[in-house]
């Protein structure tokens, strides 16, 4: 029997356009920048977010993060009650189980201003990662100081 999961991967377009322009190339089209990108230095803080499973979803059901933070997302499921037993963050490349009462933790920088959901499989349980856009003065200083 052959299984189909769809939806499954994200999407390719999140790690596909690093390359950067060569000589002489026009780029037709600008690329979305990666939803995540590499940590771009171990002295940039990291942030330590705790997220709670429990019957009335996500707690809390909304983050809110600048462009370029480093963050560490540590999620723990309280109840058996809902279908939160997996985690799904497709921008970040998140499919993971939430074993009960277990802490799980992922760890990124945030690449790109946007909304990102973080979803039970079915993606009726819901979160926002809100990422926003650095500040005009702090841009590009936190990627080469
Ligand atoms: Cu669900």
């Not at 390359?19 to 230095?41: D, F, I, L, N, T």
């Not at 996500?58 to 480093?70: S, Y």
């Not at 309280?78 to 939430?98: P, Q, S, Y």
């Not at 926003?132 to 841009?139: R, S």
């Amino acid at each position: 029997m052959t299984v189909v999961l769809v939806g499954l991967l994200p999407a390719p377009r999140t790690f596909a356009q690093a390359r950067p322009p060569s000589r002489g190339e026009k780029r037709r089209e600008k690329a979305p920048e990666p939803a995540v990108v590499p940590h771009a230095s171990i002295d940039v803080p990291l942030r330590t977010i705790d997220v709670r499973v429990t019957e009335k979803g996500f707690e809390p059901a909304q983050i809110t993060l600048r462009k370029h933070e480093r963050v560490r997302l540590v999620f723990t499921r309280e109840t058996d009650k809902t279908c939160a037993k997996i985690l799904r963050i497709d921008e970040f490349l998140v499919w993971n189980a939430l074993p009960l009462n277990e802490r799980f933790a992922t760890t990124f920088t945030a690449g790109r201003a946007g909304e990102f959901p973080y979803t039970c499989p079915t993606g009726e349980i819901q979160g926002i990662i809100k990422v926003e856009d650095e500040p005009a003065a702090a841009a590009g200083a936190s990627l080469h100081p």
